[in-house]
């Protein structure tokens, strides 16, 4: 990969600013498909990375699922809170 290919962890955003982290939190109200459903949607990440994602926000409470420029984490936490799901975006 090389540096300007996006993944689940990183935007090309980086390069400017601040960087910042989007963290999504343990969910009781949501299956684990829905909520690995709606992080692909989030991330654009495949079934496999949406899984360790949600897993991992699931077996400690909370997971960094992204980070990037503010933007983007702040688009990222918007497509997670569609379906209610509690996120924060700080700075990294």
């Known amino acids: 990969m090389n540096q300007f290919e996006n993944d689940t962890e990183t935007d090309i955003g980086n390069l400017f600013?601040?960087?910042h982290k989007c963290i999504l939190f343990?969910?009781?109200h949501h299956s684990f498909e829905e909520v690995v459903a709606q992080v692909i949607l989030a991330v654009k990440c495949d079934y496999s990375n949406a899984t360790a994602l949600t897993m991992a926000a699931h077996t400690s409470g909370s997971a960094?699922?992204?980070t990037g420029s503010l933007e983007r984490c702040?688009?990222?936490a918007g497509v997670l809170e569609k379906i209610g799901l509690a996120t924060a975006?700080?700075?990294?």
């Open 17 to 19: 600013g601040n960087p």
């Open 26 to 28: 343990n969910d009781d």
């Open 64 to 66: 960094v699922i992204f």
């Open 74 to 76: 702040e688009f990222v």
């Open 89 to 92: 975006v700080e700075e990294a």
